[in-house]
């Protein structure tokens, strides 16, 4: 069904094509969230709106039951970073909300996120934000066949430093996606240009960079998902599936395949 290079699992066309249905599956779940978004409505709620889309897609949430996961999104608030569990809480105007999803459809797999605030941000907010969404951006334009995984890192590093100081979580990180969510290869958020496996058509990836206000370091909490920042201060958390392709990157869960923002950083993406 597939090939493999180093563990890598590299895919065929047409399961690209699978995982690009799955990939819009979650770009619709993220935009029926955002909309949701309000002050008093629960992560809980959220999280339902997301479940509903990606069923009546005829796809299956990733996320929920993996290694015992309880929900279908991860949905991270304030000073969590990633793997927050949707529950009661009610969302508070000026909340910043990380808001993580994943399908499967037909076997394959889509994962993206998008940090939202709860209301108009602030300027801090708003600057954190877009240094994180851009960091992503540039890891993606170095999503190219010829490259090697290390130039992805060091774009997002580079673009994420050059932004300001915010600290840049090293332990987490992006990673293979495609007939598993989580696969080989892992994609740090810090790295060295011209490292690691060389970037080959068919490979898909996860590039997800996550900056704080404050210090790079995490704390997980008691119930074992829950990610923190050690001092307590805002995170964001930004992420896209990307297919490798003879013709350019192509994001797989952006609406128009990325080909906006990739095009802006002189990128150029399949037709």
Request: proline share 4%; glycine share 14%; net charge negative.
């Amino acid at each position: 069904m597939f090939r493999r290079r180093d563990d890598i699992e590299l895919k065929t066309a047409e399961q690209i094509e699978l995982m690009r249905r799955a990939g819009l599956v979650v770009a619709d779940a993220l935009a029926a969230m955002t909309r949701a978004l309000s002050p008093g409505v629960t992560t809980k709620e959220l999280d339902a709106v997301a479940e509903e889309v990606i069923r009546s897609a005829g796809a299956v949430p990733s996320f929920l039951g993996y290694h015992g996961f309880p929900a279908s999104t991860c949905l991270s608030v304030n000073e969590e970073v990633v793997h927050g569990i949707p529950g009661g809480r009610r969302l508070q105007a000026g909340d910043v909300v990380s808001m993580d999803c994943g399908a499967i459809y037909e076997g394959w797999h889509g994962d993206s996120a998008v940090t939202v605030t709860v209301g108009v941000p602030t300027a801090e907010q708003a600057g954190l934000l877009a240094a994180c969404e851009d960091a992503m951006w540039a890891g993606l334009a170095k999503a190219v066949v010829g490259g090697r995984l290390g130039d992805i890192s060091a774009a997002v590093e580079q673009a994420a430093r050059g932004r300001g100081a915010y600290g840049v979580v090293e332990g987490y990180g992006g990673h293979g996606i495609g007939s598993q969510m989580h696969m080989d290869p892992h994609v740090p958020n810090v790295g060295r240009a011209g490292r690691g496996p060389h970037l080959v058509a068919g490979m898909a990836l996860a590039v997800e960079p996550m900056l704080t206000l404050g210090t790079h370091a995490v704390e997980e909490l008691e119930d074992g998902w829950t990610v923190v920042t050690a001092d307590g201060r805002l995170s964001a958390h930004f992420e896209h599936t990307v297919a490798l392709t003879a013709e350019g990157p192509w994001v797989l869960t952006a609406p128009d395949g990325g080909r906006e923002r990739l095009a802006a950083l002189g990128v150029s993406t399949p037709a």
